[in-house]
């Protein structure tokens, strides 16, 4: 390996300490090759043509402003683009910021959506949002049927708008069926991907123009950096919805862009263990005197089995609800007595994490608006981590003894 320190000027020899001191030099190593992906911390770019910058402004692949585009990140938009079969993909912020840049950039007032009822809290909020505000109209379907979407479809139809694996209730969408019942309708769809990784499915096979990811969940997988990725079937998508999100602003920065790579690297291992623990601790909680219900879709009794024994022939997932028999009392009793396993909200950490949503997130919400969410009073939602199964099972057991 050999540097060359490069000034990046042309700087005079005869140049002061007061301008050395601005102008370090940079090293450009040559004969080898850093392993793992520098983090390009750099904002901005300097050109030696105005040609080459005027033609930056139209390629992604050319850094200017890292508003408009940056190495660090690039490569992870590179990565996750490969990993789910697509085009080319955009990073953002945040999941909803991946969310919001894509419905933004493709509806407008009076364009109409076709959704799956049960979505992710903040998609359903950002999607009444745009309804009450915007004047954009929604329609929910149950996810599971494709005539139920043929006739939910109507003239100014922009988009589809599916989640691979449902939060808590894990049903899995039919995908090959509905986004084909759109495309009759020449309707695109988005596919929130996050629950099952491009590892366990990727929804572009099926059809799907887009996919987003709360990259923050299995994607970079360590509960230390927040994200979002779309990624696109084609590129002319992409350059429309990049378009928009050069407005928007709502870019990675590229140290979460560097840890998010970082993430990625063990995503296949980490899903494997959590798919697996998942469904063995599955199989084992559905067997408890203190659970009235599991649900997980590798479970034979799951409603959507046969679906995800076609869309998720790898593992179904690492989150696994299951409602307890004791109701609400019992759910907070459980999640306040595990001991390896975190009360938390988010998911797809390394680290096992345990939520009681009728006395956290959905605590404002009737019994009646928790069961139309596909809520119970004890449903209680489990996030598999990489910890040693019997571990977790000793502590679930533990707890379930607390819940009775
Ligand atoms: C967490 C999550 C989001 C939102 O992602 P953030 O990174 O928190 O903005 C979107 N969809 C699903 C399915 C999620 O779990």
Not at 34 to 52: R, W
Not at 114 to 140: F, I, K, P, S
Not at 248 to 256: E, L, R, S, V, Y
Request: with cysteine; proline share 6%; net charge negative.
């Amino acid at each position: 390996m050999s540097a060359d320190f490069l000034p990046d000027t042309r700087l005079p020899e005869s140049s002061r300490p007061e301008t050395l001191a601005v102008h370090a030099p940079q090293p450009e190593i040559r004969g080898s090759r850093p392993l793992g992906v520098p983090i390009h911390q750099g904002h901005v770019f300097a050109f030696e043509s105005a040609d080459t910058l005027a033609a930056a402004f139209e390629s992604p692949d050319a850094f200017l402003y890292s508003r408009m585009g940056n190495p660090t990140v690039r490569a992870l938009e590179t990565a996750v683009a490969r990993l789910e079969g697509g085009a080319d993909a955009l990073s953002y912020a945040s999941g909803m910021g991946a969310i919001n840049g894509v419905l933004l950039a493709l509806l407008s007032t009076g364009g109409h959506v076709v959704a799956q009822r049960c979505l992710y809290g903040g998609t359903y909020a950002l999607l009444t949002d745009l309804a009450a505000r915007w004047g954009v109209e929604v329609t929910y379907v149950s996810g599971t049927d494709a005539d139920e979407v043929r006739a939910a479809i109507r003239p100014e139809t922009r988009l589809l708008y599916l989640e691979t694996i449902a939060n808590p209730t894990t049903r899995v969408s039919d995908l090959p069926a509905l986004i084909a019942a759109a495309h009759e309708a020449g309707v695109p769809s988005c596919v929130d991907n996050t629950f099952a990784s491009p590892l366990l499915c990727r929804p572009i096979e099926y059809g799907a123009d887009v996919v987003v990811h709360s990259a923050t969940k299995y994607l970079a997988g360590h509960a230390d950096v927040l994200g979002g990725i779309a990624v696109f079937k084609d590129r002319e998508l992409h350059r429309t919805v990049r378009h928009h999100a050069v407005e928007q602003g709502a870019i990675t920065d590229p140290f979460a862009a560097w840890l998010t790579l970082r993430g990625l690297q063990t995503l296949p291992l980490r899903i494997e263990r959590q798919s697996a623990s998942a469904a063995e601790l599955a199989a084992r909680l559905a067997a408890h005197p203190a659970v009235a219900e599991v649900r997980h879709p590798s479970l034979a009794g799951h409603p959507d089995h046969a679906v995800a024994a076609r869309l998720l022939p790898r593992g179904g997932g690492g989150v696994v609800s299951l409602d307890l028999a004791g109701g609400r009392e019992a759910g907070k009793a459980f999640v306040e007595a595990v001991r390896l396993a975190s009360l938390s909200v988010s998911l797809g950490d390394v680290k096992t994490l345990v939520m009681h949503p009728a006395s956290t997130s959905h605590r404002q919400l009737d019994e009646q608006a928790l069961a139309a969410a596909g809520i119970g009073p004890g449903t209680v939602r489990l996030s598999v981590g990489i910890e040693h199964v019997e571990d977790l099972w000793t502590d679930l057991e533990q707890a379930l003894a607390k819940a009775l």
